[in-house]
């Protein structure tokens, strides 16, 4: 069982970077098509064309990244229906069972702190993907008046939680809890 709160820093940080990249994918993209116009050999044309459709293909893993880590509708609709949409989308990717409960949180969040808890509830599930072999989950949050909650347990094959936490080189999942909770008085802890 987990229970996590992730750093405001990190997420806000990740998210400006991500809006970075992509600005910079469209203003490169724009360039290059508006070099295509030119009077140019035929071989140059191919290769700015080539070149310009890569540009499209990332920009486009770059969109999906940039949703991925928060997606418009977080705005538009706010924390417990984006997460309702990404658990049921993981539910069927992976053929598994996720029981989602909350509680006190009829009330919107501030945008931060939903982007951070989104973030969280992504991270966490991503580990369970990859290492747990779980095939059922429970995901609880709740707002208290001082703290927001979030638990997650799953039937999977588990880790040791003190070797992880005491590893000198963490995995990239890991090294982002460390350094966000290095960087924000939030509070994360992990149970066996």
Known sequence: MSSQLLGLP?????????????????SA????????????APTSRERLAETSMLADQ???????????????MLDELGLLPTLRWYISRFARRLDIKVEFETFGLEDRLA??????LYRIVQEAL????????ARRLLLHLERTPLRVIAVIEDDGIG????RWLAAATPGLGG?????????????????D
Not at 159 to 162: I, K, P, S
């Open 58 to 72: 990332m920009l486009q893993h770059i969109r999906e990244l940039s949703h991925d880590l928060r997606p418009t």
């Open 126 to 133: 991503t580990n369970i993907a990859r290492h747990a072999q």
């Open 29 to 40: 993209s724009l360039a290059l098509r508006k070099d295509l116009g030119l009077n140019l």
């Open 175 to 191: 090294r982002a809890l460390r350094d966000a909770r290095a960087s924000h008085p939030a509070r994360r802890s992990l149970h």
């Open 10 to 26: 990190t997420a806000i940080g990740i998210a400006r970077e991500r809006t970075r990249e992509r600005q910079t994918m469209q």
């Open 111 to 116: 945008a931060e702190i939903e982007t951070v």
């Open 159 to 162: 880790f040791d939680v003190q």
